[in-house]
């Protein structure tokens, strides 16, 4: 008996907590589904009179494009970010972990160095070398510099899950015949696997919400990715439709949500995987 | 040989071709209405002029102004931009940031503006940009709350303090006269302490401020009593409700607080979001007994200006007068961006019965009222907003007394101007307000600095 109220009041605070914490995801689900005049008034998540007006005419757009455009922009964006992103970070996290290089400390100390910068300070100069690349309104600029592992915190995170191995199973793999690539993807890989994923998916989610570089790049409106697009209606002399951009933003986090659930089975499996062969 | 000659024939009828299509850029910034009036305007200028084509690159207002700086500073700005008033400030200290109009006047009917909106966007006697619309805080009030308290709206401070008190006896606690954030509440300090001293507050040359530590207590006090008397709700009440604009703020929606001071461009967007069955209505200008000048911060809502560098700046022009004077896009634009400028397309929106609307009544009665003073560009500049902005929070959460505040705004602004207006010799900065003033006479009458002469050699 006293195991049940134990357990229940547990999953009462949780629930709670939970409901309090997902309420402006909610909020936002509910009102997409709201007039515009409703949207200031109450509190509550619950249309009082349920409309689609909000997205048949946000997916319109005020703009040439629908927004299926703009979906598709992002995904040209993130999809060739990512995936640079995960292979460039593992080599050089690879080269950090495992090899004696001279001046290896330094060269660390630089790369978390650049962690620390703040990303407004490159956007004059990085923008100039663009032009002269003529890499302007292109999805180049917004993906190219991530091959180089430019996300120091990425190349860390991966170097201290790797430090948390013994590098006992390399070695055999070494006198097995690998060369250095070959263990990399044939022993590391696999074992860090979980880590790869976070990195994926922190690198997903953050090119999503990233509005300055695309702002900065893209000057066509046929380029413009989700978090540009969603702004586009916000005026500082105009009433903002927020009914649309509610709309559009709920249509927008799918994507997110989706990659998240799907990737966290994953990221579960690849731990347990590895701490039974480990 | 003859090969050669026909290539070469077919290579100059080519590039002759290519000399007739032009390529234009142009950028704004607005909101869905104002992307469609620009685009279908767009659409019909090149339907006018086939050999044009126009590139449209348009944000939302966030962060508009971060791209078209890198844009300026990499030298990749469009042909034609939609700039703010104290833009002009950041990229045209000199006048030659942005191209001069004067030089292609042929095209560009700039009779359509009169002299004292040319001498607006007039730099050193480079005509850099010109005003879409122009407008200035009026106080507007919510009729229907007034009626309720059994009152008329206010037509003089006398009876927006009186009603304050009214308000609270017959309402309740949470009904105000006015809403006021901290940005409406310098602006309306700032027209208090200008309708006693009839010069604008801050003074570009002197690098300070044209009031004296009296005028500046004067501003705290009006502060202080508008809470007193129950006129504006206290700095934590209207916390509150969040730190949103108007049109998002509750008591605003549903009639509790009455009233606004604010931009007859942009009133639109506080009605749009009421609850349905009230009605605003604009409020005669209040005046100070004895005052000369109503202390209108009168200002562009927003210019079109064309990039200096631009490679056509006779087809700019082209699409800068097709804009302005049109019919097809004055009908367009209607009254989306506040009243025109344009001469041509108030007569014409006029002609048409235009339903009037606040913003139109306010301009209106701008005219009438005694508004010659103006403003420094600088009392909008974000420093002196900001040291502003800590002193009157500071006097609202209660951690300094109005006599306290009074003298802050005296020391403190006066030596964040001393920092932030660079002194003329070294870099000779637009003084908008004053040429406005003096009617343009000023303007090219400051030396250009030899630095900036130099450059404007390289460009030619």
């Given at each position: 008996?006293?195991?049940?109220?134990?357990?229940?009041?547990?999953?009462?605070?949780?629930?709670?907590?939970?409901?309090?914490?997902?309420?402006?995801?909610?909020?936002?689900?509910?009102?997409?589904?709201?007039?515009?005049?409703?949207?200031?008034?109450?509190?509550?998540?619950?249309?009082?009179?349920?409309?689609?007006?909000?997205?048949?005419?946000?997916?319109?757009?005020?703009?040439?494009?629908?927004?299926?455009?703009?979906?598709?922009?992002?995904?040209?964006?993130?999809?060739?970010?990512?995936?640079?992103?995960?292979?460039?970070?593992?080599?050089?996290?690879?080269?950090?972990?495992?090899?004696?290089?001279?001046?290896?400390?330094?060269?660390?100390?630089?790369?978390?160095?650049?962690?620390?910068?703040?990303?407004?300070?490159?956007?004059?100069?990085?923008?100039?070398?663009?032009r002269?690349?003529g890499?302007l309104d292109?999805?180049?600029?917004?993906?190219?510099?991530?091959?180089?592992?430019?996300?120091?915190?990425?190349?860390?995170?991966?170097?201290?899950?790797?430090?948390?191995?013994?590098?006992?199973?390399?070695?055999?793999?070494?006198?097995?015949?690998?060369?250095?690539?070959?263990?990399?993807?044939?022993?590391?890989?696999?074992?860090?696997?979980?880590?790869?994923?976070?990195?994926?998916?922190?690198?997903?989610?953050?090119?999503?919400?990233?509005?300055?570089?695309?702002?900065?790049?893209?000057s066509s409106v046929e380029?413009?990715?989700?978090?540009?697009?969603?702004?586009?209606?916000?005026?500082?002399?105009?009433?903002?439709?927020?009914?649309?951009?509610?709309?559009?933003?709920?249509?927008?986090?799918?994507?997110?949500?989706?990659?998240?659930?799907?990737?966290?089975?994953?990221?579960?499996?690849?731990?347990?995987?590895?701490?039974?062969?480990? | 040989?003859?090969?050669?000659?026909?290539?070469?024939?077919?290579l100059a009828t080519s590039a002759f071709a290519q000399q007739q299509d032009v390529q234009l850029r142009m950028s704004w910034?607005?909101?869905?209405?104002?992307?469609?009036?620009y685009l279908a305007s767009i659409r019909r200028f090149e339907e006018k002029y086939p050999h044009i084509k126009v590139k449209a690159e348009y944000?939302?207002?966030?962060?508009?102004?971060?791209r078209l700086?890198t844009q300026i500073a990499g030298g990749t700005a469009p042909d034609v931009m939609q700039v703010?008033?104290?833009w002009l400030?950041?990229f045209s200290?000199?006048g030659r940031g942005f191209y001069d109009l004067n030089r292609v006047g042929d095209v560009l009917d700039l009779?359509q503006f009169?002299?004292?909106?040319?001498?607006?966007g007039?730099v050193?006697?480079h005509l850099n940009a010109l005003?879409v619309?122009?407008?200035?805080?009026?106080?507007?009030?919510?009729?229907?709350?007034?009626?309720?308290?059994?009152?008329?709206?206010?037509?003089?401070?006398?009876?927006?303090?009186?009603?304050?008190?009214?308000?609270?006896?017959?309402?309740?606690?949470?009904?105000?006269?006015?809403?006021?954030?901290?940005?409406?509440?310098?602006?309306?300090?700032?027209?208090?302490?200008?309708?006693?001293?009839?010069?604008?507050?801050?003074?570009?040359?002197?690098?300070?401020?044209?009031?004296?530590?009296?005028?500046?207590?004067?501003?705290?006090?009006?502060?202080?009593?508008?809470?007193?008397?129950?006129?504006?709700?206290?700095?934590?009440?209207?916390?509150?409700?969040?730190?949103?604009?108007?049109?998002?703020?509750?008591?605003?929606?549903?009639?509790?607080?009455?009233?606004?001071?604010?931009?007859?461009?942009?009133?639109?967007?506080?009605?749009?979001?009421?609850?349905?069955?009230?009605?605003?209505?604009?409020?005669?200008?209040?005046?100070?007994?004895?005052?000369?000048?109503?202390?209108?911060?009168?200002?562009?809502?927003?210019m079109i200006a064309m990039n200096a560098k631009t490679e056509h700046p006779r087809e700019a022009a082209l699409l800068i007068d097709f804009i302005f004077n049109d019919?097809y896009a004055?009908?367009?634009?209607?009254?989306?961006?506040?009243?025109?400028?344009s001469?041509?397309?108030?007569?014409?929106?006029?002609?048409?019965?235009?339903?009037?609307?606040?913003?139109?009544?306010?301009?209106?009665?701008?005219?009438?009222?005694?508004?010659?003073?103006?403003?420094?560009?600088?009392?909008?500049?974000?420093?002196?907003?900001?040291?502003?902005?800590?002193?009157?929070?500071?006097?609202?959460?209660?951690?300094?007394?109005?006599?306290?505040?009074?003298?802050?705004?005296?020391?403190?602004?006066?030596?964040?101007?001393?920092?932030?207006?660079?002194?003329?010799?070294?870099?000779?900065?637009?003084?908008?307000?004053?040429?406005?003033?003096?009617?343009?006479?000023?303007?090219?009458?400051?030396?250009?600095?030899?630095?900036?002469?130099?450059r404007g050699m390289n460009d030619g």
């Amino acid at each position: 008996m006293k195991g049940h109220l134990n357990t229940s009041l547990r999953y009462g605070v949780l629930i709670g907590v939970g409901f309090l914490m997902l309420y402006p995801l909610l909020w936002m689900a509910g009102g997409a589904f709201r007039p515009n005049h409703e949207i200031f008034n109450s509190i509550g998540f619950i249309p009082q009179h349920p409309t689609l007006e909000g997205f048949a005419k946000g997916w319109q757009t005020s703009t040439e494009y629908t927004f299926a455009r703009y979906l598709l922009n992002t995904f040209a964006i993130i999809v060739p970010k990512v995936i640079v992103t995960v292979v460039s970070s593992v080599l050089v996290a690879f080269g950090f972990a495992r090899f004696n290089v001279p001046g290896q400390r330094v060269l660390f100390g630089l790369l978390i160095a650049t962690i620390l910068l703040p990303k407004s300070v490159l956007l004059v100069p990085q923008y100039l070398m663009f032009r002269e690349f003529g890499w302007l309104d292109t999805f180049l600029p917004l993906y190219v510099p991530s091959a180089f592992a430019t996300e120091g915190f990425f190349v860390f995170m991966i170097i201290q899950f790797m430090r948390s191995f013994p590098a006992d199973m390399e070695e055999a793999a070494v006198m097995d015949g690998c060369n250095s690539l070959q263990v990399l993807w044939h022993v590391v890989v696999p074992v860090i696997l979980p880590a790869i994923i976070s990195v994926a998916l922190f690198q997903f989610m953050w090119s999503m919400n990233d509005f300055l570089s695309p702002l900065i790049y893209l000057s066509s409106v046929e380029k413009y990715p989700v978090a540009l697009a969603l702004k586009l209606s916000i005026d500082v002399t105009e009433a903002t439709s927020w009914n649309q951009i509610l709309a559009m933003s709920t249509i927008a986090l799918a994507p997110s949500l989706i990659l998240f659930f799907a990737a966290q089975k994953y990221f579960v499996e690849g731990i347990t995987v590895g701490s039974v062969k480990g | 040989m003859r090969y050669l000659f026909l290539l070469c024939c077919c290579l100059a009828t080519s590039a002759f071709a290519q000399q007739q299509d032009v390529q234009l850029r142009m950028s704004w910034w607005g909101g869905n209405d104002v992307h469609r009036a620009y685009l279908a305007s767009i659409r019909r200028f090149e339907e006018k002029y086939p050999h044009i084509k126009v590139k449209a690159e348009y944000t939302g207002w966030v962060g508009h102004l971060e791209r078209l700086t890198t844009q300026i500073a990499g030298g990749t700005a469009p042909d034609v931009m939609q700039v703010n008033w104290n833009w002009l400030v950041l990229f045209s200290a000199d006048g030659r940031g942005f191209y001069d109009l004067n030089r292609v006047g042929d095209v560009l009917d700039l009779t359509q503006f009169d002299a004292d909106a040319r001498a607006i966007g007039t730099v050193h006697g480079h005509l850099n940009a010109l005003p879409v619309t122009m407008t200035a805080r009026v106080f507007y009030f919510n009729a229907t709350t007034f009626a309720k308290a059994g009152l008329e709206v206010p037509t003089s401070w006398d009876e927006l303090f009186a009603a304050g008190k009214i308000f609270r006896e017959r309402l309740g606690p949470d009904y105000y006269p006015l809403a006021l954030n901290f940005l409406d509440l310098l602006a309306l300090c700032r027209s208090w302490v200008v309708q006693k001293t009839g010069e604008p507050l801050v003074n570009e040359s002197a690098r300070r401020l044209n009031a004296d530590p009296e005028d500046t207590a004067d501003m705290a006090a009006l502060y202080a009593r508008l809470v007193r008397e129950h006129v504006i709700a206290p700095a934590p009440e209207r916390a509150s409700y969040g730190n949103v604009p108007e049109q998002e703020l509750r008591p605003w929606i549903t009639g509790k607080y009455a009233g606004l001071y604010y931009w007859t461009s942009a009133v639109g967007k506080l009605v749009e979001t009421l609850e349905p069955g009230q009605r605003i209505v604009l409020a005669p200008y209040f005046m100070r007994p004895g005052a000369r000048d109503a202390g209108l911060n009168y200002r562009p809502g927003m210019m079109i200006a064309m990039n200096a560098k631009t490679e056509h700046p006779r087809e700019a022009a082209l699409l800068i007068d097709f804009i302005f004077n049109d019919p097809y896009a004055v009908q367009t634009f209607g009254l989306l961006r506040g009243l025109p400028v344009s001469k041509s397309a108030v007569a014409l929106l006029k002609a048409q019965g235009t339903p009037r609307t606040l913003g139109w009544e306010g301009n209106e009665q701008i005219e009438l009222l005694p508004h010659q003073t103006g403003e420094s560009g600088y009392f909008e500049h974000p420093r002196v907003r900001d040291a502003f902005f800590d002193i009157l929070e500071a006097q609202g959460f209660g951690q300094i007394d109005a006599a306290e505040s009074g003298r802050r705004m005296y020391t403190d602004i006066n030596r964040v101007l001393e920092r932030v207006i660079r002194k003329p010799v070294d870099n000779a900065i637009p003084a908008p307000a004053a040429s406005l003033r003096s009617g343009g006479k000023a303007a090219g009458a400051h030396a250009v600095p030899a630095q900036a002469a130099q450059r404007g050699m390289n460009d030619g």
